[in-house]
């Protein structure tokens, strides 16, 4: 991820900016700019790694002196020891970026880490773990590239990426007495030929109209996986299949062994557990 889009740019000045990076009266009042160190970014849990390129545009942004070597990619299994970077240059810089940096990391590696651990669960199924647009404000380009570090897959990046006909869509135009078929073919009609039209579904009754009206991709929401065999038998490969809806570590192989193609968690990025990474100060 050697190069970043412009969002990913501001995040880094507005997460230094919130913690006053420039303005560190510890740091001005105890380090002298002379005193040099090595940073060494290490893991301390076992995971997945992501966000090393984002953590060494953090220290580039407090100090261009500072140089970093990356030891380890995004995308490597980590186990507690290991040696991730290492930053070089004042140490004042480096505490100043230390938090920032760390808390990229951290959030990025939690993400690939819990990814990596749904994509092992259903080893040896056609399901694909996907994600969905449940990230942090600011995040989502770096939650979901975390995603794709730890095996997974993305949904929609944002809106745009698709036409997607959730609950809600459909009861506002049910207001209007359309049926779901109608609202599906009204979609298709209107879509570019570019656009996938995708509707969540309910029950069976609602998954035989939706492919019936044509809906490229159908959703599965909060079905259990015998509800899902049914569904899928009614599909019959018509269209692609997404599973969504409260599955766990503790579901998540059942779901997969019906058969869908893809399995949407929104935990993934919506509560991720940060994995413990720390940078300790050196000097020679």
Do not use: W
Not at 2 to 19: G, K, N, T
Not at 61 to 72: I, P, Q, S, W
Not at 250 to 263: C, F, K, N, S, Y
């Amino acid at each position: 991820m050697s190069q970043f889009p412009p969002e990913v740019h501001r995040l880094i000045d507005s997460a230094l900016s919130e913690d006053q990076t420039f303005n560190d009266p510890t740091t001005q009042a105890l380090v002298p700019p002379e005193i040099r160190g090595v940073g060494m970014l290490r893991a301390k849990a076992h995971g997945i790694l992501a966000g090393v390129d984002v953590a060494a545009a953090v220290f580039q942004r407090v100090d261009a002196a500072l140089d970093m070597r990356t030891l380890m990619a995004d995308g490597s299994t980590l186990v507690p020891g290991d040696d991730i970077a290492s930053v070089e240059g004042p140490a004042g810089s480096i505490l100043r970026a230390e938090r920032i940096a760390l808390n990229f990391m951290q959030r990025m590696s939690g993400i690939a880490s819990e990814t990596n651990r749904y994509v092992q669960a259903v080893q040896g199924c056609r399901s694909r773990i996907v994600d969905t647009r449940k990230t942090a404000p600011g995040m989502r380009f770096l939650d979901k590239y975390a995603v794709r570090m730890g095996g997974g897959y993305n949904h929609r990046l944002n809106l745009a990426d698709g036409i997607l006909i959730k609950d809600n869509h459909i009861q506002a135009l049910r207001s209007q007495e359309l049926s779901l078929t109608e609202i599906i073919q009204l979609a298709l009609a209107r879509a570019s030929h570019t656009i996938k039209v995708e509707v969540e579904v309910e029950t069976l009754e609602e998954t035989k109209e939706a492919v019936e009206a044509g809906a490229h991709i159908i959703m599965l929401d909060n079905m259990s996986p015998d509800l899902m065999r049914q569904a899928m038998e009614l599909i019959d490969g018509r269209a692609v299949v997404e599973a969504s809806g409260g599955i766990t570590m503790g579901t998540v192989r059942a779901v997969a062994e019906t058969g869908v193609d893809l399995i949407s968690i929104g935990g993934l990025t919506h509560s991720p557990t940060a994995l413990d990474i720390s940078l300790d100060l050196e000097f020679n």
